[in-house]
């Protein structure tokens, strides 16, 4: 199987660089790379020292979007325009710009994507850097940073997210599908260039819970990578 790690990016410039890291840390490493931003936007570092399977697109904000039917919100419009791109005999892993994921995460995705048409992770971890809140979510999900299609289920996904009629049963009779990988990931929230997200964190919202010390959960997860985001944020 040839995998093809897809990620939209830009307006993060800092944080992009990790997001690198990661991508070059993994066991499996993928067959190739598509990185997706608007075509005046920073990177974040130079094309020069991605990867020899990165290949970056730059999407003009005049015309994303067009050919695409329904109703597409504009995050929706950045998904479909990277997955655009994909080779079509690969397998597609979204690795979000913004978000930590483990050495083994390819490799496990792969192996889920050897018995199924769509993965996600089993366990959604999400750390704010600038508020020092947690959430962990044993619930099943699909968050995008989480997906992993395998060959040729890529059409159908973009024909179902163009459709804002088609409900769930319709997508489930589509694909065999299990949302529970346990890859290796967390989603970073509010990072050093990234909106206040202060809407996620209302007082009354017990999911989200006050770290012991500033990133302390966080290391608890993810062990010494925990300090680059310490970094990042002085």
């Known amino acids: 199987m040839k995998l093809c790690v897809v990620t939209p990016t830009g307006k993060r410039p800092r944080m992009f660089p990790l ?11 993928p067959d190739e790379w598509i990185i997706s931003l608007g075509k005046d936007e920073d990177l974040g570092i130079s094309e020069g020292l991605l ?8 999407w003009n904000p005049d015309t994303i ?86 060959p040729g289920t890529v059409p159908k996904w973009i024909e179902w997210a163009q459709d804002n009629t088609t409900k769930w049963d319709f997508f ?14 967390v989603s970073i929230k509010n990072g050093p260039t990234a909106p206040t997200w202060q809407h996620l964190f209302p007082p009354a919202d017990h999911k989200w819970k006050k770290d012991a010390a500033p990133f302390a959960k966080l290391r608890e997860w993810i062990g010494p990578d925990a300090s680059l985001y310490e970094e990042l944020m002085r």
């Open 51 to 58: 990867p020899s399977y990165a290949r970056v697109h730059r």
């Open 19 to 29: 997001c690198v890291r990661w991508v070059m840390q993994q066991h499996r490493p």
């Open 65 to 150: 979007g067009q050919g695409m039917t329904g109703e597409v919100d504009g995050t929706t419009k950045y998904y479909l325009e990277v997955l655009r791109q994909a080779p079509p005999d690969h397998a597609i892993v979204w690795f979000d710009d913004d978000d930590w994921y483990g050495p083994s995460y390819l490799s496990v995705v792969e192996r889920e994507l050897q018995r199924v048409d769509f993965t996600g992770n089993g366990l959604e971890r999400r750390y704010c850097l600038r508020t020092h809140r947690w959430m962990e979510i044993g619930k099943p999900g699909c968050n995008t940073g989480a997906i992993g299609m395998a």
């Open 172 to 185: 489930l009779q589509w694909f065999k599908i299990d949302l529970r990988n346990g890859a290796p990931r």
